[in-house]
């Protein structure tokens, strides 16, 4: 089957940029599974549902069941080394409309932990994630153009992908992860001179996030016991894309 690499981690800890730059390297795959819990969410919001009410349950999941999401990564120029290398670029479509920015507002960010703690929804997301090739049974026989998988989340290497034969679990203390993300809004758009946007903020989201993935009954937030620690701390992108292509290439 295709080479199977999993990135786990806390929010904001790189795992998507990496995953996606592993990916260039490697000529494989990526899946963004967090896209996933972000557009059941907007789809939520968008109907007025609010996901962190949990009078709303079932409601939230009937729209898990019935969201058709699909994801499309462009890879540049692919390239041997990562110094050259501009990012791939991941669209997201939510029945059919392209949801790739909507779905990354701190709005969204607010609820999508509720939304990803209920198991119907968690099940949805997981049929989904398969039926776009990225479990076992896809990897006997079917077709796929590339060697491999790379796919980041919260619980890929314990619950989507036990048998990957990588996997990562990223960390980075709080204050790092919270300039990189505040950095992040600031290049997608963000004013930072209008107050709201303060690095503390950013950083007891974050934190409040991580710890209801952490904490919550289904497929809670964990590093699988065959994972790889790695603290980004002090590495740069690029420094922990090279590690982990180079442990896949041994
Ligand atoms: O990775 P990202 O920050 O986009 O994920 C958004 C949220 O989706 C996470 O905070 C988590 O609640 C949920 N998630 C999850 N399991 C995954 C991926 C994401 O529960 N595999």
Redesign the pocket.
Same mark, same amino acid.
């Given at each position: 089957r295709p080479f199977q690499v999993a990135i =786990?981690g806390p929010?904001?800890s790189g795992? !998507?940029t990496t995953a996606k730059m592993v990916a260039q390297r490697l000529g494989f795959d990526y899946i963004? &599974? #967090?896209?996933?819990?972000?557009c059941v969410t907007l789809a939520a919001l968008s109907k007025g549902i609010n996901p962190s009410d949990p009078s709303n349950t079932g409601k939230i999941a009937s729209i898990a069941g019935e969201a058709q999401i699909s994801l499309e990564t462009v890879f540049p120029e692919r390239t041997t080394s990562s110094a050259s290398a501009s990012p791939p670029t991941t669209r997201v479509y939510l029945d059919s409309i392209d949801v790739s920015s909507e779905i990354r507002t701190a709005q969204v960010?607010k609820h +999508? !932990?509720a &939304?990803?703690?209920i198991g119907a929804v @968690?099940e949805a997301?997981l049929h989904k994630v398969r039926s776009i090739g990225a479990n076992d049974d896809f990897a006997e026989g079917a077709a796929t153009a590339r060697d491999g998988l790379v796919m =980041? #989340? @919260? =619980?890929?290497g314990t619950v +989507?992908l036990p048998n990957a034969d990588l996997k990562i679990f990223l960390v980075a203390n709080s204050q790092v992860r919270a300039e990189r993300r505040l950095q992040e809004l600031i290049k997608n758009g963000a004013d930072p001179a209008s107050g709201v946007l303060q690095v503390e903020d950013v950083r007891k989201d974050l934190e409040q @996030? =991580?710890e209801?993935?952490r904490t @919550?009954k289904v497929?809670p937030?964990k590093k699988a016991p065959d994972a790889v620690e790695l603290d980004t701390s002090g590495l740069t992108i690029e420094g922990q894309v090279d590690i982990i292509v180079s442990t896949v290439k041994g």
């Open positions: =786990d929010a904001a795992k !998507s963004d &599974t #967090g896209a996933f819990y972000r960010s +999508v !932990s &939304t990803a703690a @968690r997301v =980041d #989340g @919260r =619980d890929i +989507v @996030r =991580d209801l993935d @919550r497929s937030l």
